[in-house]
Nanobody, 124 residues
Framework: QVQLVESGGGSVQAGGSLRLSCVAS????????MGWFRQAPGKEREGVAA???????EYEDSVKGRFTVSKDDAKNTLYLEMNSLQPEDSAMYYC??????????????????WGQGTQVTVSS
């Protein structure tokens, strides 16, 4: 089992930045893939960014060039650096992890472990 706890959300104005963190605990040595997802009110949860055990990353098109996903294996922590934030980025952001090999990194159905989420609100 893996437990995930997110932090770093908050309220910012458009153009601002935030850094989200996700600390993993439990059977972290088995984790193969970690990702960030978000869900806005009335919308489905969508994949934002993911990073594999080897450091390869993948991003949803709307955040490319603005968001950066990274991890510190020594600290069992996943990060999401978000720059040039826009109101449409407002959502609950979730951290996710998976042990098995995954083909489609930004599909929530492939992830087993989830955090409780941290809210990001961007005002215009």
């Amino acid at each position: 089992q893996v437990q995930l706890v997110e932090s770093g959300g908050g309220s910012v104005q458009a153009g601002g930045s935030l850094r989200l963190s996700c600390v993993a605990s439990g059977s972290t040595s088995n984790i193969n893939l970690m990702g960030w997802f978000r869900q806005a009110p009335g919308k489905e949860r969508e994949g934002v960014a993911a990073i594999g055990s080897g450091g390869k990353t993948e991003y949803e098109d709307s955040v490319k060039g603005r968001f950066t996903v990274s991890k510190d294996d020594a600290k069992n922590t996943l990060y999401l650096e978000m720059n040039s934030l826009q109101p449409e980025d407002s959502a609950m952001y979730y951290c996710a992890a998976e042990d098995a090999a995954v083909v489609w990194w930004l599909l929530e159905v492939y992830f087993t472990y989830w955090g409780q989420g941290t809210q990001v609100t961007v005002s215009s």
